[in-house]
Antibody
């Protein structure tokens, strides 16, 4: 079955860290760029970070730059997001998304993992 | 960074109506604009890519058009399953810049 499954979310205090994981299956993971997209409760979609198929090209939204680190392990078909210095405004549902072969949009999404930053 | 402004932010429509949603960019870019549908509690689903190309499996009542700074998603005859929130998304200089519009919620009149 073709799917993306996120994990690692939870409740964390401001200033602490959390590491999200995304397990991919059913497609050739190492062929595709992957991204993280988040959605605060009741709000719209916000792109967080993206990584090329070979980790050679990485990008971050300004809101997370310097605090979040994206990585992937193609041998394990897994995508990661290390989140440091978490802020209340980072509270959101974090989606893992597969970039299409065209390289410009997302053709597969996980179900999301919820991150709540609160004291 | 390019900003995408969707209008309207919400609309009420009836089954069978023709619905048009607009996405305006703060500056011109390539035709790499996509549209997604998101239903409550679900992940977004790709509808349109490259501004006007229909993703496989998406009903033909959905169509996209536009270029430069102005893009449109049209639902030719609204069906009950189309009540959802729609987002536009642009790619430019990936992976360094990717933006979503604020969303348009389509509700039942």
């Amino acid at each position: 079955e073709v799917q993306l499954v996120e994990s690692g979310g939870g409740l964390v205090q401001p200033g602490r860290s959390l590491r999200l994981s995304c397990a991919a299956s059913g497609f050739t993971f190492h062929d595709y760029a992957m991204d993280w997209v988040r959605q605060a409760p009741g709000k719209g979609l916000e792109w967080v970070s993206g990584i090329s198929w070979n980790s050679g090209s990485i990008g971050y939204a300004d809101s997370v730059k310097g605090r979040f680190t994206i990585s992937r392990d193609n041998a394990k078909n897994s995508l990661y997001l290390q989140m440091n210095s978490l802020r209340v405004e980072d509270t959101a549902l974090y989606y893992c998304a597969k970039v299409s072969p065209r390289g410009k949009e997302f053709d597969m999404w996980g179900q999301g993992t919820m991150v709540t930053v609160s004291s | 960074a390019i900003q995408l402004t969707q209008s309207p932010s919400s609309l009420s429509a009836s089954v069978g109506d023709r619905v048009t949603i607009t996405c305006r960019a703060s500056q011109g870019f390539s035709s790499a604009l996509a549209w997604y549908q998101q239903k409550p509690g679900k992940a977004p689903n790709l509808l349109i890519y490259d501004a006007s190309s229909l993703e496989s499996g998406v009903p033909s009542r959905f169509s996209g058009s536009g270029s430069g700074t102005d893009f449109t998603l049209t639902i030719s005859s609204l069906q009950p399953e189309d009540f959802a929130t729609y987002f536009c998304q642009q790619f430019n200089n990936y992976p360094h810049e990717l933006t979503f519009g604020g969303g348009t919620k389509v509700e039942i009149k």
